[in-house]
């Protein structure tokens, strides 16, 4: 029983609203198309609008003023809101030949610099000190070996095994990031 009477209320409903639409959708788009400028958009505040008196159809129906002036003042409150929501947006602004372009993001650059030395700081002290004096301070294996006061080859050997160190923590930290093991 309460779904025949749901079906007849839609039924109902449904025939107000296209009641509505035969006799007052032109004069409802012709007003929203002064309104708003744009056929377009008049004909999305003509549809709002319908939308709006379905959804109220049952005091639209019980009501005893002017349906027309309802339905006139929901499409201009429609326009107002649209007008609103546009001026609360900032504009938009096209690059144009006078406006140079942004060449390239720095933030790829500073999240790779924190990885490398978030690595870097997982090294052992023996190897980040050969890392930093040969390619921090752009020593050479000699001048290195000599200011840390060990050979030469120990300063090769480090630095070989601190690369792989360095390679190994990098691709780990990307796996993670990536989700996808190393």
Known sequence: MARLFARRA???DEALVRSLYEEHGK???AYAV???GDRAA?????QETLMRAWRNAESLASTEGSIRGWLF???RNLVIDRARARAARPTEVAESPATTPVHGDHA?????SMSVLGAIEKLSDDHRTVLLEIY???RSVAEAARILGIPQGTVKSRSHHALRALRAALADRRAAWEGVPA
């Open 27 to 29: 004069a409802l788009l």
């Open 136 to 138: 921090f301070h752009d």
């Open 42 to 46: 008049a004909e999305d505040v003509l």
């Open 34 to 36: 002064r309104l708003t």
């Open 73 to 75: 003042t929901v499409a």
């Open 108 to 112: 790829q650059t500073v999240v790779d």
């Open 10 to 12: 839609a039924s109902r």
